[in-house]
């Protein structure tokens, strides 16, 4: 395989992906089936899930009522978190809803390692901003048990063990590097991702974008290598499709300084609706030919996301999409009726729960 054909997927870069099917194929993942879960949610409904491991034993899970555990982490690395964060969230939410044992990790020592943020910033960015976002975006504040990365003491000595199960070119084969960062961290991630099995033996899922797919990789290698010691469950993942950034080019990052980028949480309405207005569209050269063939609405970015974040409502998302191709609306037109309005709501819902949470923070539910 050339470089040209070689598909990078990588959790510390930005690249977009072009085609999820090949991932599928070579990350031996099967395509995300809605059918098996029960009350679909929108990420389910709409294809954002695009990917899915061993998800059969979490719909078993929930079907007999048994034991599982949904994961995920926060990365403190920013004072806000860009928008494609939301689709996580709302998958750790439905996995909640139906019976998960929900952990969030803040990845505080992943951060100072990475991204040189000190172990006190990143506790402080956790309590007043990423918890409470996580909570207003979804999450079930006496259903969430969280704790931070550096004061767990099991997940570190877990992260060790599992360093013990991977060799330096099996490493080398999954990042492409051994930078000691990325060693840590990835490690560290093992760790977190197992630690709920510690307690007690079950299933559980973890939700990422492909991004983190190296992780889940080798984190299933472990639990396979370690399957006889300790008899964990491999975790199962669910993937979901990146969110582009403003002008399409790339996925969005809460590290970039790109202004391309849509943020949680956005305060400022006017400017909100200034980005909504300047990102890519599926429009024709001219306005005669968009009304006789409608807009290409597979390239469009505000499309995009209003379909996986902004409108909730599948009768009103079918409309928008019909005035595109039917060619009813040009982009303008369709910017002005549905993306900034849309996105409007979105925030304003998101800052008044924001606002609650802030002032419910010391319910919060820390391990310890």
Known sequence: MTEKEKI???????????DYNRLIKE??????????FPEPNLQMRRGINFGIQDGEQIAKAIKEKKPFYCLTGIMPS????????ETVVQNVKYFQEHGAKTFVVIADAESQATRNVSLEEGKRRAMEFHIPAYIALGLDINKT???????NKTVSNLAIICSQKIT??????????????????????MGDILYPQLEEKMPGIIPVGIDQAPHIRMVRDVARRLKQEYGFFLPSAVYNKYTSALDGSFKMSKNSESIGKIEIPEKDMNILEKKINKALTGGRPTKEEQRAKGGEINKCVVYEYCKNHFIKNDKELQKMFEECVTGKNLCGECKA????????KFFAEFNKKFLEAKKNIGKVKFIR
Do not use: C, R
């Open 8 to 18: 990078m997927v990588d959790p510390w870069g930005k690249e977009l992906v072009e």
């Open 27 to 36: 990350f031996g993942m099967q395509a995300f089936d809605n059918n098996i």
């Open 78 to 85: 920013s004072e806000k978190i860009h928008l494609g964060t």
């Open 145 to 151: 048990n969280f704790y931070l990365q550096s004061e």
């Open 168 to 189: 330096e070119n099996e490493f080398k084969a999954i990042y492409g590097s051994v930078h000691p960062a990325k060693v840590m961290s990835a490690f560290t991630q």
């Open 337 to 344: 009726k549905y993306g900034a309005p849309y996105a409007k």
